[in-house]
């Protein structure tokens, strides 16, 4: 998978932010771009094949867009022609950011396979419990990235089963959950760490910080071995930040033109400053982590000694004088002996004579 840094993979989500408009979605790759992410995605599919006409919408589309449509004639209108994918395409090359699409159907996910070439597939939380979806996605070969909203644990893992049973079967899928579980339970999941990485979510718009559990991905991570990242529904940009410093390899953001903009996903996501705020400071974490050992760094060799201290005369010390711990004294600059050695010089004759503020020698 590419990345500007070598780090933190964050992909600017325009989900459907658009509002179904070209000229919204081209504006929005730009901004991705101008604020330094490695991708922009969206979502690419047919209103019909996603949801059912008595589909409710979610509290949250309720709140951001009324109740008067269904969530099928919702999502209608928010749809994007596999022409207008096209065109987004070809500008994220001309920009140099990597177009991303999360296909919902099948028929989305082979349009942007074969006409667009998708490097990277992203699945949605939704997805997590549509097992022959999740077969049909891992069978493409492509690197994914699985988001984990509103599912415990157990659910994530059958879900990385389905995965690994189709990395390495030739048949199409087990003869039943229990074949699935009990072949996945024999397996190491480390083996889908090259390609697979697993991001926590939390499924709510706006998510609630006391619901973020950001220590959710340690758990993930020790249990399957596997990279970890946030898709974060949350305001503002803290968590994004705090989640890249406890080790997130990818990020995912909801982002707008503008909060006020009618439509389901506006309200919680960030505005472009912002979203390069964000940026900012995921970069500036990144590079803040380090390798983890504790090491003298070169910006910290001019100012080591000027902040130590080194060990003087506090008072005259004739040579063959038995040293006495008042008869030293700590001052900076630390070019001289250590204090530290004053366990070693106490009790010890002076070898020779120092004058009062004489640096003692070893």
Do not use: C, I, N
């Given at each position: 998978m590419h990345r500007i840094s070598p780090d933190v993979f964050i992909i600017a989500e325009a989900g459907v932010n658009h509002n179904g408009s070209l000229e919204n979605a081209l504006a929005l790759v730009d901004v991705a771009s101008s604020a330094g992410a490695d991708a922009v995605k969206f979502q690419t599919f047919r209103a019909n094949k996603l949801v059912s006409p008595s589909s409710p919408k979610a509290q949250y589309q309720i709140d951001n867009t009324g109740v008067e449509e269904s969530q099928q004639d919702m999502l209608r209108t928010l749809e994007l022609s596999f022409d207008d994918h096209i065109k987004i395409e070809k500008h994220c090359r001309q920009r140099g950011i990597i177009f991303?699409?999360?296909p919902f159907d099948s028929e989305s996910l082979h349009f942007l396979l074969q006409k667009l070439h998708l490097s990277v597939i992203k699945i949605p939380s939704g997805e997590l419990t549509n097992g022959p979806y999740l077969l049909e996605l891992a069978r493409t070969g492509k690197p994914l990235i699985l988001s984990t909203g509103a599912a415990d644990i157990n659910e994530v893992r059958t879900a990385l089963y389905c995965i690994d049973w189709a990395r390495s079967h030739t048949k199409d899928m087990p003869e039943s959950l229990d074949e699935l579980i009990e072949y996945g339970e024999q397996r190491s999941l480390v083996a889908l760490k090259s390609d697979v990485s697993v991001l926590h979510c939390v499924t709510a718009y706006p998510a609630p910080f006391e619901d973020v559990n950001l220590q959710a991905m340690?758990?993930?991570?020790?249990?399957?071995?596997?990279?970890?990242g946030l898709s974060d529904h949350t305001i503002g940009i803290a968590v994004a930040i705090g989640a890249v410093a406890r080790g997130a390899s990818i990020i995912e953001k909801h982002f707008t033109l503008d909060r006020n903009m009618p439509g389901p996903d506006h309200a919680a996501s960030l505005e472009p400053s912002d979203l390069r705020a964000m940026i900012e400071g995921i970069r500036q974490v990144s590079l803040a982590l380090g390798q983890g050992d504790k090491v003298l760094t070169g910006s910290e060799v001019a100012n080591r000694d000027v902040a130590r201290r080194s060990l003087f005369a506090a008072c005259e010390i004739p040579a063959g004088t038995v040293i006495q711990a008042d008869m030293l004294?700590?001052?900076?600059p630390g070019t001289g002996l250590s204090p530290m050695r004053s366990f070693d010089i106490v009790g010890r004759p002076a070898r020779k004579t120092y004058q009062e503020g004489q640096s003692i020698e070893d």
């Open positions: 991303l699409s999360t340690d758990q993930m991570k020790a249990q399957f071995g596997l990279p970890v004294q700590s001052l900076r």
